[in-house]
């Protein structure tokens, strides 16, 4: 019976021989260049490797080592406090921002488009630049206001380094907001305008039509922009790297605005010669962005389902 299936399959694999050679190109490609890196990095991280010398296997001690590594839970408290603090204007700002625009509460709609999505375009290097002059102690504009309202200037880069993370948010949240607000914006430009008209007819106002239409309506649209921000949190480090001088991966001072991107690039190839275990770190970063999308998918999905009981109660 099993001969009969694998004759089957060659000759039903003969006969589409065409359509096979068309696609290959692509699955060649991914087996070299994606899906080998991927079985690579998983087995280089369960070795002591410098990149030089002969790989020593050392089983799951990377990953113990990671764990226990006080820098590590460090890094990752501030990529997750930037993240979730950037995100209240990232993800909410984009939204409000696309209603605004969608409900043609302005004029100009196409020049607000551009402007906010400028950033997006821009490149992270120049933007880095332009804010750390924004920042700067003696000179910054930001502190010249501070210093205008009779309050002293602000060590953003020095002290404690707790202000530093303000400037690394600041810039986040100013280069992704308009990306949010362009996906969101064609969400809702989805969205039958009939559903408004009622709305709008039943005597709803702008307040009632945001929370009880178009969030709810955008749930699917959400859940996509939150794990792609999660993901590209995680992958946070040309922001902080440039605003920190550049100089080192450590976060600038008390390694305040140090990323796990950081981390990890801070062990190998540019800080250390540590492939093994910068291998490690890519994996349980990658876990990381995996818990997080299944739990945010979990409570979307939660949140959908009781949604829907309640209508069926009414």
């Given at each position: 019976m099993s001969r009969v299936k694998t004759l089957g399959f060659w000759s039903t694999f003969y006969r589409h021989r065409v359509a096979y050679a068309y696609i290959a190109p692509f699955y060649i490609l991914f087996a070299v260049f994606g899906l080998f890196p991927i079985v690579a990095g998983l087995a280089i991280s369960f070795f002591r490797w410098d990149g030089v010398d002969p790989m020593r296997f050392i089983g799951l001690q990377n990953y113990f080592r990671l764990l226990t590594d006080g820098l590590f839970w460090k890094s990752l408290g501030n990529t997750?406090?930037?993240?979730?603090?950037?995100?209240?204007?990232?993800?909410?700002?984009?939204?409000?921002?696309?209603?605004?625009?969608?409900?043609?509460?302005?004029?100009?709609?196409?020049?607000?488009?551009?402007?906010?999505?400028?950033?997006?375009?821009?490149?992270?290097?120049?933007?880095?630049?332009?804010?750390?002059?924004?920042?700067?102690?003696?000179?910054g504009l930001i502190n010249f206001v501070i210093k205008s309202m009779g309050f002293e200037g602000v060590d953003w880069w020095g002290g404690n380094g707790d202000f530093v993370?303000?400037?690394?948010?600041?810039?986040?949240?100013?280069?992704?907001?308009?990306?949010?607000?362009?996906?969101?914006?064609?969400?809702?430009?989805?969205?039958?305008?009939?559903?408004y008209e009622a709305a709008e007819i039943d005597g709803a106002n702008h307040t009632q039509v945001f929370f009880r239409i178009t969030v709810p309506l955008l749930k699917p649209i959400i859940l996509f922009t939150v794990i792609q921000s999660t993901i590209g949190t995680l992958g946070l480090f040309t922001e902080p790297y440039v605003l920190t001088g550049g100089n080192n991966l450590l976060g600038g001072t008390d390694n305040q605005a140090m990323t796990?991107?950081?981390?990890?690039?801070?062990?190998?190839?540019?800080?250390?010669?540590?492939?093994?275990?910068?291998?490690?770190?890519?994996?349980?970063?990658c876990a990381i962005i995996i818990v997080v999308s299944l739990v945010n998918m979990k409570l979307f999905d939660r949140d959908e389902t009781a949604s829907t009981a309640a209508r069926r109660k009414k």
């Open positions: 997750a406090l930037i993240g979730l603090i950037s995100h209240v204007f990232i993800l909410g700002g984009g939204l409000v921002l696309a209603y605004v625009l969608n409900s043609k509460l302005v004029k100009f709609q196409n020049g607000f488009k551009t402007v906010y999505f400028l950033p997006m375009v821009t490149s992270a290097v120049a933007s880095a630049i332009v804010f750390k002059a924004l920042f700067g102690i003696n000179n993370k303000v400037a690394v948010i600041a810039m986040f949240s100013w280069q992704w907001i308009g990306w949010n607000m362009v996906i969101y914006l064609a969400g809702m430009q989805a969205i039958s305008h009939d559903i796990v991107m950081m981390y990890l690039l801070n062990k190998a190839p540019y800080g250390n010669n540590l492939y093994g275990f910068a291998s490690a770190v890519a994996y349980v970063v």
